[in-house]
């Protein structure tokens, strides 16, 4: 399938939408009432420290919803008020983050079910709108709600559209894309949907067996067996692997992802010399900016003397998962919440523990003087934040002092 002439169409067809319907300044009001907060203002003009008691709060300056996340939210907001009686769908979350898609819910946006790990888009009707998220769909989802002559309002970051456009550069030049990302994650699903031949490496560990498969040959049964599910169809290590391109999910580690393409670049140099190199390897910067932002707020706020860390986001947020790595690298107490519900009562509280399951930890919070450190996930409102926030300032003042 050409994929480009097949975005070029839908840019040109009536029923395909990628900016708002002039209801900005009305949406922007009920957003504002709804996720924005006094009390993170607040902190931000107070060098992001607000102290309370024996309880100091250290937020990092860089946190919560992006220009992306936001933008997808109006979107999705300025859909239902032009759209006051169709029906309308969203193709999946339209972000991360539990308590937004629950008001989508409660202004009767509907989700597309997914069923034995399909989505069923059976469901869908001529003439139905559907919103796709912050973080794509796949070529395939478009063609089909396409063909089935639905409205299609697209509001995909234009940080994941330039990888995408990445990939095609890639499959222009017959070079296999390597993608740093999870390959069941909804964005890197709809930018390998975009690309000729893709594999999928998860982290330096992968991307290093990789290159050194590259260098040296090796089992190529075990190498399939090690990438199941991760690469594109009729993948052939042995040829596919003599030309690259690197691209990335938006919200993979940004180190992590210079390492990797660092590693591609002189596996590639090494093998073919300088003078080939270019015939053999390409590279573009599609890290996202707003992802780069948080994490080295977060490697700066966890420079700080913090007794623990609390992240804030949905629990299948890629870059929230990744703002909790940085913390749990550095020894710091670290919990991972989806919303400040999962505080108390006591001291306690329900997280999720890095690539783990929901736990409960007794007395988290230290006797005493205490500093924590807050962050969030780019999905998640500053509203959350406020409420995580006075929650926690809440459990300490009931502590027994000692």
């Keep these: 399938m050409d994929t480009k002439a097949f975005k070029r169409s839908l840019n040109h067809s009536d029923k395909y939408f990628r900016q708002g319907f002039g209801h900005g300044e009305d949406v922007a009001g009920q957003m504002k009432t709804e996720y924005n907060s006094g009390l993170i203002q607040e902190i931000r003009e107070h060098s992001y420290t607000l102290t309370r008691g024996d309880v100091t709060i250290k937020l990092a300056e860089s946190f919560g919803f992006c220009w992306g996340v936001e933008r997808a939210v109006a979107m999705a907001y300025e859909t239902r ?162 030309a690259i391109g690197i691209a990335n999910q938006t919200t993979m580690l940004k180190g992590e992802t210079e390492q990797i393409g660092k590693l591609f670049e002189r596996t590639m140099l090494q093998k073919y010399g300088p003078q080939e190199l270019n015939d053999h390897f390409l590279s573009f910067n599609t890290i996202c900016d707003a992802t780069q932002e948080r994490q080295d707020a977060m490697f700066q706020l966890v420079d700080e003397k913090v007794d623990v860390m609390v992240v804030i986001g949905g629990y299948n947020s890629s870059n929230t998962t990744h703002l909790q790595e940085i913390a749990i690298e550095r020894g710091i107490p670290s919990y991972h919440i989806d919303s400040a519900e999962r505080l108390g009562p006591g001291n306690r509280i329900e997280h999720k523990q890095l690539h783990g399951e929901l736990t409960v930890t007794e007395n988290w919070l230290p006797d005493g003087p205490i500093t924590v450190g807050i962050t969030s996930g780019a999905s998640t409102p500053d509203r959350s934040v406020e409420a995580t926030i006075e929650q926690i300032f809440a459990l300490k003042a009931q502590m027994p002092v000692a």
């Design 81 to 242: 008020q032009h759209f006051p009686t169709e029906r309308i769908w969203i193709t999946n979350e339209i972000i991360h983050n539990p308590g937004v898609n629950q008001k989508l819910r409660d202004m009767a946006v509907e989700f597309i079910e997914v069923e034995n790990g399909q989505k069923n888009f059976a469901v869908v009707g001529d003439g139905d709108v559907v919103i796709l998220p912050a973080f794509g769909a796949s070529v395939q989802e478009m063609e089909l709600l396409n063909a089935k002559g639905c409205t299609i309002v697209d509001t995909t970051c234009p940080w994941v559209s330039k990888v995408w456009n990445t990939v095609e550069k890639h499959k222009k030049k017959d070079y296999t894309s390597i993608i740093h990302g999870k390959y069941k994650h909804e964005e890197t699903i709809a930018t390998s949907s975009f690309a000729g031949k893709y594999l999928v490496v998860l982290n330096l560990q992968e991307a290093q067996y990789v290159a050194d498969y590259i260098l040296n040959g090796g089992d190529k049964a075990e190498f399939m067996a090690k990438f199941d599910q991760a690469h594109s169809a009729g993948f052939d290590p042995d040829r596919d692997l003599k």
